[in-house]
């Protein structure tokens, strides 16, 4: 059980089992309880199921936080068409790993918690888009899908229960966009990985043109333990608003980065300083980008008042996302870091749309001109207009997430900005 | 169920499904737009046509939101027009800006919205991604920097022609229009199309090609007559040259495209080396120009000597109805006979796949049906040879009109007691000819062509006619005047209404019934050789 930190501040739920390779075998999952809320599921009606998991209030944990209960009634009641289950396994958000630690560790929990899924929607089939660079976690997770369908756990006529699933795991070919839902849809039927336009929202018209439901595989490995234990039982951990637990991705300068599975609303900076032991070297914290590289950064002040949980961290004027704290010392280049992160979009933009095209490589132009000394104030201005005409005008939200970076370092860290310019401008060129 | 909303302050209904874009153009509201396009899917990738919706939370791309009842748009306001600003300025961030050598120029969708709507001065101090130029096979160029993404040639190939040879490869800024392997567009059919819709510069006509500036160029809508679906086209002229031809959209036809076949028969049209003058020969191999008054006195004349007997007439199929009419009107004033058309017939059709009514027809002429509707017979074969046997050594009054006569020899017409030849270009088998009378193109003159279906359809004029070259209705109208009570037509439409006095399927149509988008003859079309 060697996983390289863990905390007693930890409510190790989905994480229990991390750092131990036997969890992998099915024979052990099953031994250790598993497949007993599958069991249980199935004797139970969809819509019973979907209430279950409403009354937990689970939300997903993609980024958007959308109650997943509520996510799953939006399927049609009636099957007139197939209805697919996509479990969103394509994580790739700068400083996210925690999907990929849980198809590494416990891949049966999270077919568990896909074969509930499939059964609350009323689906046949699951996808699990597995991101391409995953290979041990797609290795894993296709012997784990091999093993189940050995024991009966996945094919026909599961428990006796009558009901056929079945899951295939599609190992995709490493575009970040392939993440956004209707582009990961795009991809699984062999196209361009290119968001499409909603309406027709996915429930309506998804994967294939049938209803779908598209679940984060950490939203789907919460599935088991709420089923098995009841809403309940989930909503003693976390805030009213934001229950359970989650998986918080700690990365930067602190001394004990990792995966740690905390309940929602745990103070970001107890989580910095206790739980991670501390900032590398002593050293001052700067900066906190707490839900992944799509969210606006927070100064120090900011992260001493901020509770990870979806309310909390809007009340500082940022985002939960993903829960991926990425976590800068007072030696961090905020300006490198930006331009770093928005270089990342630039590569990944699928292109279809103009501002998002265009603007997330005009973008990071301008910031490695600032960043080499080149920059004037006036970029500044560009870059906070610019990027303002890149939010809310475009198919996906993969141009938002430019902005937020790069306009929440502009506000916060203008010195950083001006310092480079400065220092252009007395060497003479600029 | 009609749908009522509001755009711009004016209260418009619209049939339920329409989209706001098409809505808006009912008030006569453009919304710009690059990637939208009527004949295809839409992909709303452009984000030019957001527009602002009151109640919704963002800007709205109005090409595939379909109107609602009550709904409130504005396309002029403010944060439209901010939005198109600023989408404008990313547009331009790479574009190369070449437009003194761009052949789009002068016609840009880019280059109009952004000196309509776009910033005074772009702020992209940044080097440019350079994509360079590549051959995509068939007719087309492609100017990778001018692209702006709208992947409307790549749907066009798709979705139109259903022959994907297009698609964009890599993402992001480096997203650019690519042919796969080395195919290309080579071996297509309807590719031309892709220069038509592409918003800029990116794609161009090999043929096209630094000819001509866009502003330097009349447009006069026409007719292709390169088959008998009856294309509806624009001739683009210029130093009284056509120097392309494009299609203009008629839905009941062609909607917005037209064939590589069509578009690349023009250089026909622009033929040196025309019959400029009326030519009256000697009997010894000696001709002499004279004035169109003397010609038709002598033509008369001779017609008297030769008296009433059988008339033979051979026609071409690219002669308008009017043409054709007065042909037969004139051949029933000499006592009567048969009038034949030779065309040339393809083995089988080309059919455009995404708009299965389009198609390059077997007939490789504008005007068969309409040849048959006023009532000569097709003869020769399928290489528009031969058939001529009877006619060649006719003793009678012969009257050949536009038939170049290739493949007959210099005995044609021979025998002939008066041989009356109506063409634009001297040929081999015009030597024993009496008359020689100089006719205009479709490309000069105003006239109608009935396409296979039995739509008459008009074309206007797009050059000047050289020399005494006249239209050949007004020459066959005057002579049929002066032997018959008939009134000499002074106009086309005149020769049209004369022609549905003596053709059941012409009458009661008029010039103005057909405007530019045509109408169907009065009774049922049956084609032959099908």
């Given at each position: 059980m060697a996983y390289p930190y863990v905390s007693d501040r930890e409510v190790r739920i989905l994480s229990k089992y991390f750092g131990d390779p036997k969890q992998r075998h099915v024979d052990t999952y099953v031994e250790r309880g598993g497949y007993k809320a599958l069991e249980k599921a199935l004797g139970m009606g969809p819509d019973d199921v979907v209430d279950v998991v409403k009354s937990s209030g689970l939300r997903g944990r993609g980024g958007a936080g959308f109650p997943t209960g509520v996510k799953w009634s939006f399927m049609p009641k009636e099957q007139r068409k197939p209805h697919y289950l996509l479990c969103n396994a394509d994580e790739s958000e700068p400083g996210t790993f925690k999907d990929r630690e849980l198809m590494r560790w416990d891949p049966h929990q999270l077919i568990e918690g896909c074969l509930i899924g499939a059964h609350a929607i009323r689906a046949q089939h699951v996808y699990i888009y597995c991101r391409g660079e995953f290979f041990e976690a797609n290795q894993v997770l296709a012997r784990a899908v091999e093993d189940a369908y050995g024991k009966g756990y996945i094919g026909e006529n599961i428990f006796d229960s009558g009901h056929t699933i079945d899951v295939t795991v599609h190992q995709g070919a490493g575009a970040y966009i392939c993440g956004e839902e209707t582009g990961m849809m795009n991809s699984l039927e062999g196209k361009r990985g290119e968001p499409r336009i909603k309406p027709p929202f996915p429930a309506a018209v998804g994967a294939f043109g049938k209803p779908s439901t598209i679940n984060n595989v950490e939203t789907l490995c919460a599935i088991p333990h709420i089923v098995a234990n009841g809403g309940e039982w989930y909503r003693q951990y976390g805030t009213e608003k934001s229950p359970g637990t989650k998986l918080f991705c700690v990365s930067g300068h602190v001394n004990k980065p990792g995966n740690y599975e905390l309940p929602l609303g745990f103070p970001l900076i107890e989580l910095i300083e206790d739980v991670c032991g501390g900032m590398r070297d002593g050293n001052a914290l700067k900066a906190v980008i707490p839900g992944g590289s799509s969210v606006p950064l927070i100064n120090a002040e900011e992260a001493r008042a901020c509770s990870l949980d979806y309310e909390g961290c809007l009340e500082v004027g940022t985002m939960?996302?993903?829960?991926?704290?990425?976590?800068?010392?007072?030696?961090?280049?905020?300006?490198?870091?930006?331009?770093?992160?928005?270089?990342?979009?630039?590569?990944?933009?699928?292109?279809?749309?103009?501002?998002?095209?265009?603007?997330?490589?005009?973008?990071?132009?301008?910031?490695?001109?600032?960043?080499?000394?080149?920059?004037?104030?006036?970029?500044?201005?560009?870059?906070?207009?610019?990027?303002?005409?890149?939010?809310?005008?475009?198919?996906?939200?993969?141009?938002?997430?430019?902005?937020?970076?790069?306009?929440?370092?502009?506000?916060?860290?203008?010195?950083?900005?001006?310092?480079?310019?400065?220092?252009?401008?007395?060497?003479?060129?600029? | 169920m009609p749908v009522t909303l509001t755009i711009d302050g004016h209260e418009v209904t619209v049939p339920k499904g329409t989209t706001i874009l098409e809505a808006a153009k009912r008030i006569g509201q453009e919304v710009p737009h690059y990637c939208y396009h009527p004949g295809m899917s839409s992909p709303a990738m452009c984000r030019l046509c957001l527009v602002e919706v009151e109640g919704a939370p963002k800007p709205i791309p109005s090409c595939v939101t379909t109107v609602m009842d009550g709904q409130v748009v504005h396309t002029q306001s403010d944060q439209a027009k901010s939005n198109r600003q600023a989408v404008l300025e990313f547009y331009l961030v790479n574009h190369p800006l070449d437009c003194p050598i761009c052949d789009m120029s002068g016609e840009c969708d880019l280059q109009d919205y952004v000196h309509e709507e776009g910033r005074e001065s772009g702020r992209s101090r940044e080097p440019k991604r350079i994509f360079g130029r590549d051959d995509f096979g068939g007719d087309v160029l492609f100017y990778g920097d001018r692209c702006v993404m709208c992947t409307r040639c790549v749907r066009f190939m798709s979705e139109v022609e259903q022959d994907s040879r297009l698609t964009v490869v890599?993402?992001?800024?480096?997203?650019?229009?690519?042919?796969?392997?080395?195919?290309?567009?080579?071996?297509?059919?309807?590719?031309?199309?892709?220069?038509?819709?592409?918003?800029?510069?990116?794609?161009?006509?090999?043929?096209?090609?630094?000819?001509?500036?866009?502003?330097?160029?009349?447009?006069?809508?026409?007719?292709?007559?390169?088959?008998?679906?009856?294309?509806?086209?624009?001739?683009?002229?210029?130093?009284?040259?056509?120097?392309?031809?494009?299609?203009?959209?008629?839905?009941?036809?062609?909607?917005?495209?037209?064939?590589?076949?069509?578009?690349?028969?023009?250089?026909?049209?622009?033929?040196?080396?025309?019959?400029?003058?009326?030519?009256?020969?000697?009997?010894?191999?000696?001709?002499?120009?004279?004035?169109?008054?003397?010609?038709?006195?002598?033509?008369?004349?001779?017609?008297?000597?030769?008296?009433?007997?059988?008339?033979?007439?051979?026609?071409?199929?690219?002669?308008?109805?009017?043409?054709?009419?007065?042909?037969?009107?004139?051949?029933?004033?000499?006592?009567?006979?048969?009038?034949?058309?030779?065309?040339?017939?393809?083995?089988?059709?080309?059919?455009?796949?995404?708009?299965?009514?389009?198609?390059?027809?077997?007939?490789?002429?504008?005007?068969?049906?309409?040849?048959?509707?006023?009532?000569?017979?097709?003869?020769?074969?399928?290489?528009?040879?031969?058939?001529?046997?009877?006619?060649?050594?006719?003793?009678?009054?012969?009257?050949?009109?536009?038939?170049?006569?290739?493949?007959?020899?210099?005995?044609?017409?021979?025998?002939?007691?008066?041989?009356?030849?109506?063409?634009?270009?001297?040929?081999?088998?015009?030597?024993?000819?009496?008359?020689?009378?100089?006719?205009?193109?479709?490309?000069?003159?105003?006239?109608?062509?009935?396409?296979?279906?039995?739509?008459?359809?008009?074309?206007?004029?797009?050059?000047?006619?050289?020399?005494?070259?006249?239209?050949?209705?007004?020459?066959?109208?005057?002579?049929?005047?002066?032997?018959?009570?008939?009134?000499?037509?002074?106009?086309?439409?005149?020769?049209?209404?004369?022609?549905?006095?003596?053709?059941?399927?012409?009458?009661?149509?008029?010039?103005?019934?057909?405007?530019?988008?045509?109408?169907?003859?009065?009774?049922?079309?049956?084609?032959?050789?099908?």
């Open positions: 939960l996302g993903c829960a991926s704290v990425i976590v800068m010392d007072e030696t961090a280049d905020i300006v490198k870091q930006v331009r770093r992160m928005v270089d990342f979009y630039a590569h990944e933009s699928c292109g279809q749309c103009t501002p998002c095209r265009e603007g997330t490589t005009w973008t990071a132009q301008i910031l490695r001109r600032i960043e080499n000394g080149k920059g004037t104030e006036d970029d500044l201005d560009t870059l906070m207009e610019m990027t303002q005409n890149m939010v809310g005008t475009t198919i996906c939200v993969l141009s938002d997430s430019v902005a937020a970076p790069v306009q929440s370092s502009i506000e916060k860290f203008r010195d950083e900005y001006l310092a480079l310019i400065r220092r252009g401008e007395r060497m003479g060129v600029a | 890599e993402r992001g800024s480096r997203s650019v229009i690519d042919t796969f392997f080395d195919e290309g567009l080579d071996g297509t059919h309807w590719h031309g199309n892709i220069v038509d819709i592409c918003p800029v510069g990116a794609l161009v006509s090999k043929d096209f090609l630094h000819k001509a500036r866009a502003w330097d160029l009349e447009h006069t809508p026409s007719v292709c007559t390169s088959c008998s679906q009856g294309c509806n086209i624009e001739l683009h002229t210029r130093d009284n040259l056509v120097q392309r031809l494009k299609p203009r959209e008629n839905l009941d036809v062609n909607g917005w495209w037209m064939c590589d076949h069509g578009r690349d028969n023009y250089e026909w049209i622009n033929q040196g080396g025309r019959i400029e003058a009326p030519l009256i020969r000697d009997g010894n191999g000696g001709s002499k120009a004279v004035a169109w008054k003397e010609a038709l006195t002598a033509l008369l004349e001779k017609a008297g000597d030769a008296g009433k007997g059988t008339v033979r007439a051979v026609a071409s199929p690219l002669a308008s109805n009017e043409d054709l009419g007065a042909l037969k009107a004139l051949v029933d004033a000499l006592g009567g006979g048969d009038s034949v058309f030779r065309s040339a017939r393809a083995e089988q059709e080309i059919v455009l796949k995404g708009f299965p009514s389009l198609a390059r027809r077997r007939d490789l002429a504008a005007n068969t049906t309409g040849a048959e509707l006023v009532g000569l017979a097709r003869t020769g074969a399928d290489d528009a040879s031969g058939g001529l046997d009877e006619v060649s050594g006719h003793g009678g009054v012969l009257v050949v009109l536009g038939d170049a006569l290739a493949d007959q020899d210099a005995d044609f017409g021979k025998n002939a007691a008066l041989y009356v030849y109506l063409g634009s270009h001297e040929s081999a088998a015009s030597a024993h000819a009496d008359l020689v009378l100089p006719v205009t193109t479709f490309a000069e003159q105003e006239g109608t062509f009935t396409n296979l279906s039995g739509r008459v359809q008009r074309f206007w004029p797009g050059l000047e006619a050289p020399g005494m070259a006249r239209p050949p209705w007004l020459i066959l109208g005057a002579l049929v005047a002066e032997l018959t009570e008939a009134e000499a037509p002074r106009s086309a439409a005149d020769a049209f209404a004369a022609l549905g006095g003596r053709v059941p399927a012409f009458s009661g149509l008029t010039y103005d019934d057909l405007g530019d988008r045509g109408a169907v003859v009065n009774e049922p079309v049956s084609i032959s050789g099908d």
